[in-house]
């Protein structure tokens, strides 16, 4: 029986800066790893400690993983000094993935936030690989400045796909910017969706999940059709030491993606 806790080797072969404080790694682990879409994997820097990231890559590459990674605490500060051709260790892929099945037939939005859409890009080459699959993708983003937008050279061919309707918001405009100015829930009115029908996908900072939560609701989404990335609660994997306990919910072998009508009446879900 594979030992769950020993990391696998994986070689970076890539960085690539995405703004000044978000990087995407490319990396190659030793074996192949088979990961769905919204699962997580635990990224370890040998000497230092691991951490949990969602990959931002296609599931369908099972010898390469990609994973995006905003500089925001120690072991993501060592990450951004580290340079191409040095060693990880990787272990998982933890949680349960997007329920896709349940997806197919159905209208889809996907709204992210600042770097939340990196846990989101995965989903969304899955989605885009059986587009006939959905009626109608829309997409919502919102970043705090036009520098601060994730994957600015994939978003332009993202928009031009068929049955794709991408909407870009910053919360604060430029002299480059002639999009819309505003918070992510400004660009949540008028969906070409039928929202009582409609799934959502909805990964962010709490905050910003918490208020697309209530507009997604005011504006008819089923609290069972609102899936939720409760990503900041994922810590050992295996359900072990209690951090990511959500209610009656380990977020690391329940989530990290749950519904919204399975958490509502917990208290301090958005904290």
């Not at 072991?75 to 099945?101: A, N, Q, V």
């Not at 994922?234 to 959500?246: E, I, Q, V």
Request: hydrophobic residues 35%.
């Amino acid at each position: 029986m594979k030992n769950p806790y020993l990391p696998i080797e994986a070689v970076i072969k890539d960085i690539r800066l995405e703004t000044n404080t978000i990087k995407t790694f490319r990396i190659r682990p030793k074996e192949a790893i088979d990961f769905k879409t919204g699962q997580f994997v635990q990224l370890s820097v040998p000497g230092f400690g691991e951490a949990p990231f969602t990959p931002s890559s296609n599931p369908a590459n099972k010898d390469e993983m990609e994973i995006t990674i905003m500089k925001a605490g120690k072991i993501t500060s060592i990450l951004d000094e580290i340079s191409s051709g040095e060693s990880l260790g990787i272990r998982g892929p933890f949680g349960k993935g997007y329920p896709i099945e349940e997806f197919k037939g159905k209208e889809i939005l996907i709204v992210g936030g600042g770097v939340g859409l990196a846990p989101l890009r995965s989903l969304l080459f899955t989605l885009f690989s059986c587009l006939n699959d959905y009626p109608k993708l829309a997409i919502r983003y919102g970043a705090r400045t036009p520098s601060d937008i994730v994957y600015k050279e994939s978003i332009p061919l993202w928009q031009k796909k068929d049955k794709v309707d991408f909407v870009l918001t910053v919360d604060i405009g430029d002299a480059t910017w002639s999009g819309n100015v505003g918070l992510v829930t400004t660009i949540l009115k008028d969906l070409p969706l039928d929202c009582k029908e409609a799934k959502a996908v909805v990964c962010g900072p709490p905050i910003m999940m918490k208020f697309t939560t209530f507009k997604l609701l005011d504006q008819g989404f089923k609290p069972d059709n609102i899936y939720l990335s409760m990503e900041k609660n994922m810590s050992c994997g295996l359900g072990k030491c209690g951090h990511c306990r959500l209610g009656r919910f380990y977020v690391c072998k329940d989530g990290p993606v749950l519904t919204l009508d399975k958490i509502k009446d917990m208290p301090d879900i958005w904290d």
